[in-house]
């Protein structure tokens, strides 16, 4: 497909968690007409370690909005070194969440806002100006909500379970702590209300898009938004192509499938976009789906996928109960 066509003047918004939600976001900035894209992003997966606040997810939009991602690991920064980890493990600090140098400038510069009463939205506004990142990347809430993964084990904040504990742990249930008192924010609610096209990202159904859902008011707004709302499933052929997806609907007692996805958003969606691993599927998807290779190797795979999302979203009858 050329890829090297005029910018497209739709307006979208993309919901993300990080790596899968970040790659497909990068190729819809890649399509779009600049400014017209906005990222509305997890926040569940925040933490705080050596006394700062850490937002793994809307680092991770950031640095492939920018480019200057590391595309090996899916998070960190490109070109990075890992000094001060060293020295923090001479001094006996925690060192199982890896945080190279660059990368740790911009938490001490976000926590310095925070304690200077900055929300997280004009912070992640003020660093992606700072990349010149022409979209919009917004969390989900400005409110702290915390996942936390009740397990075999007892229950691990997300961090814990994700890295420190490498997911080994069996899940049993998630819960986003700090939720109730969490409202999305202005910027979210207007950017889904002028969205020409709303996209779930292929990212991990249970902790990168249902923390965003959870915030009370964002499904409604989502429903009541006019424009329709495509789905990208994170579930090639039976697997997930990072991280814990598959593992955690087998533990849920899911079939590892792109319907569950379906199942899980459906209401949410008027369509649906499958890989082409998946094509004996279509027919089983409860909505107008679209098959495709939707394996994101590179920008120009990200872009290619990304513009057959959009053409395909755009192409949709909205959901006729909205
Ligand atoms: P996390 O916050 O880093 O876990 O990132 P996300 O939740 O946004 O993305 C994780 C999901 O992205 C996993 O379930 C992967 O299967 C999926 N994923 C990663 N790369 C790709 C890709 O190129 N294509 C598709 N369809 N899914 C992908
Ligand atoms: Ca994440």
Redesign the pocket.
């Known amino acids: 497909m050329n890829t090297s066509r005029s910018p497209l003047p739709v307006r979208v918004v993309a919901l993300?968690?990080?790596?899968?939600?970040?790659?497909l976001a990068a190729g819809l900035q890649q399509i779009l007409a600049a400014g017209h894209l906005t990222v509305v992003v997890?926040t569940g997966?925040d933490f705080e370690h050596w006394g700062l606040t850490i937002c793994?997810?809307l680092d991770?939009v950031l640095y492939n909005l920018a480019g200057i991602h590391n595309p090996e690991t899916?998070?960190g920064r490109a070109d990075e070194s890992f000094q001060v980890l060293e020295e923090m493990e001479r001094y006996g600090g925690e060192v199982w969440f890896r945080l190279g140098d660059r990368d740790l400038a911009l938490h001490l510069r976000r926590t310095e806002w925070l304690r200077q009463g900055l929300s997280l939205t004009e912070i992640t506004d003020r660093l992606r100006h700072m990349w010149a990142v022409p979209s919009r990347i917004l969390p989900m809430c400005n409110e702290p909500v915390r996942t936390l993964v009740h397990t075999d084990e007892g229950d691990l904040p997300f961090q814990h379970y994700f890295v420190r504990r490498r997911c080994e742990p069996t899940l049993v249930a998630l819960s986003f702590v700090g939720g109730e008192q969490a409202r999305p924010t202005p910027d979210v609610l207007e950017a889904l209300a002028e969205a020409d096209l709303i996209v779930f990202?292929?990212?991990?159904p249970y902790?990168?898009l249902d923390p965003i859902l959870s915030v009370p008011g964002m499904r409604a707004a989502i429903q009541r938004a006019p424009g329709p709302k495509v789905g990208?499933?994170?579930?090639?052929g039976g697997r997930?192509?990072?991280?814990p997806?598959a593992k955690m609907m087998r533990e849920l007692g899911e079939l590892i499938s792109p319907l569950t996805v379906v199942d899980h958003f459906g209401d949410l969606l008027d369509g649906f976009v499958i890989?082409q691993e998946d094509a004996a599927l279509a027919d089983a998807v409860i909505l107008p789906t679209l098959v495709t290779d939707?394996?994101?190797?590179d920008g120009q795979a990200q872009a290619r996928l990304a513009q057959e999302v959009v053409e395909f979203g755009l192409s949709l009858p909205v959901h006729p109960q909205r």
Do not use: E, H, Q, Y
């Open positions: 993300s968690g990080g790596v899968g939600g970040a790659r997890n997966d793994p997810d991770t899916g998070w990202g292929p990212s991990n902790v990168s990208v499933s994170p579930i090639v997930a192509l990072k991280g997806a890989d939707t394996i994101m190797v």
